[in-house]
Nanobody, 112 residues
Framework: QVQYMESGGGLVQPGGSLKLSCAASRDTPIVAWYRQAPGKQRDFVAFITNLGSTNYADSVRGRFRIYRDNAKNTVNLQMNTLKPEDSAVYYC?????????WGQGTQVTVST
């Protein structure tokens, strides 16, 4: 089965940017990013299909961009104008997500 590995998280100030990368062991029709803040449920952030169609959660639309880097075989999430409420562990998975495919995620902290 496919395996996902997330990277690129870190500490950034409000208004800053980060790029997350999701490496998959094989191509899947849809790859999505999710995030989970402490004490909250895991929420959908964005997805991209193998045809390049995308969709975003309302909370990130206009600030985040999901795209495929075919040269590196990754699905990236460019996050701009970051807010403290974007702080979470970010994961990639299929859509709908499969429990067996959750990885360790990558931590994003937006703080002064």
């Amino acid at each position: 089965q496919v395996q996902y590995m997330e990277s690129g998280g870190g500490l950034v100030q409000p208004g800053g940017s980060l790029k997350l990368s999701c490496a998959a062991s094989r191509d899947t029709p849809i790859v999505a990013w999710y995030r989970q803040a402490p004490g909250k449920q895991r929420d959908f952030v964005a997805f991209i299909t193998n045809l390049g169609s995308t969709n975003y959660a309302d909370s990130v639309r206009g600030r985040f961009r999901i795209y495929r880097d075919n040269a590196k075989n990754t699905v990236n999430l460019q996050m701009n104008t970051l807010k403290p409420e974007d702080s979470a562990v970010y994961y990639c998975n299929t859509m709908p997500p499969q429990d067996a495919l959750w990885g360790q995620g990558t931590q994003v902290t937006v703080s002064t």
